[in-house]
């Protein structure tokens, strides 16, 4: 992040964020209160190219 420059300004378009929603148990069930609970993963995935470490090699050698 040696270019890095806090005052710089984002990027106009944004940047794609893509959203996993899992379902992957509902464990209980009312009819009477109308709910329910589920267990969800949830997860976030993005590419900010601002926050790239140009000067970082790919791997960590032992």
Do not use: C
Not at 11 to 23: N, Q
């Amino acid at each position: 992040m040696l270019s890095y420059d806090r005052k710089t300004v984002p990027i106009a378009d944004g940047v794609d964020v893509k959203v996993d929603l899992i379902l992957q148990a509902i464990s209980s069930i009312s009819e009477i209160a109308a709910s329910f609970t589920a267990d969800v993963l949830f997860s976030q995935i993005w590419l900010d190219p601002g926050l790239s470490f140009e000067n970082m090699t790919r791997y960590v050698h032992p």
